[in-house]
């Protein structure tokens, strides 16, 4: 199976940040890479998908990029309501494999 | 709108098994991939499997093989997740989560706690 890895596994910055977390993948996925938030006792929420693809309603500060192993999920501008944590995966085939996460927090 | 709307919070003893629903609105039952994921406290997300409910096969990550079966009814537009020989270790919120096949899960059900305590 496919491995899923992240860096850093937690992070903290202030508001008006630009902030990178990065996603890796043990095997060639192309771009089969999607990024979810998940907010304090909340359910996961779709960001970005095909690795750069934003999904509806997502802001605009959130970007995604990368193929085949290496992937970055970005924030342009950190704000106070970007608190979560950030999972990556891979869904070519299944089974679907997260990565460990990133917690962002602010500083 | 779509709407996957799960089965309430459940105890189990060690050794049980526990079912949980998963029951879709708004949207094409059958031909999407329904995924279960599960969360322990305080961990990241983990892939149990799915199934594509109008091939009606589930299939598993390699950790859950032999200990999950996952189905679907299309009558219902529901789906089901069964969890064997439960241990305190399976104490989780098992969410399940709909996707196209080879796509991201873009709509979730609200969660599931399931508490495996003697």
């Known amino acids: 199976d496919t491995q899923m890895t992240q860096s850093p596994s937690s992070l903290s910055a202030s508001v008006g940040d630009r902030v990178t977390i990065t996603c890796r993948a043990s095997q060639g996925i192309a771009n089969f890479l999607a990024w979810y938030q998940q907010k304090p006792g909340k359910v996961p929420k779709l960001l970005i998908y095909a690795a750069s693809t934003l999904q509806s309603g997502v802001p605009s500060r959130f970007s995604g990029s990368g193929s085949g192993t290496d992937f970055t999920l970005t924030i342009s501008s950190l704000q106070p309501e970007d608190v979560a944590t950030y999972y990556c995966q891979k869904y070519n085939s299944a089974p679907g494999t997260f990565g460990p996460g990133t917690k962002v927090d602010v500083k | 709108q779509v709407q996957l709307v799960q089965s309430g919070a459940e105890v189990k003893k060690p050794g049980s098994s526990v079912k949980v629903s998963c029951k879709t609105s708004g949207g094409t039952f059958s031909s999407y991939v329904i995924t279960w994921v599960r969360q322990a406290p305080g961990q990241g997300l983990e892939c149990m499997g799915g199934i594509i409910p109008m091939f009606g096969t589930g299939n598993y990550a390699q950790k859950f093989q032999g200990r999950v079966t996952i189905t679907a009814d299309e009558s219902t537009n529901t789906a089901y997740m069964e969890l064997s020989s439960l241990r305190s270790e399976d104490t989780a919120v098992y969410y399940c989560?709909?996707?196209?096949?080879?796509?991201?899960?873009?709509?979730w059900g609200q969660g599931t706690l399931v508490i495996v305590s003697s």
């Open positions: 989560a709909r996707g196209e096949q080879v796509g991201p899960l873009d709509f």
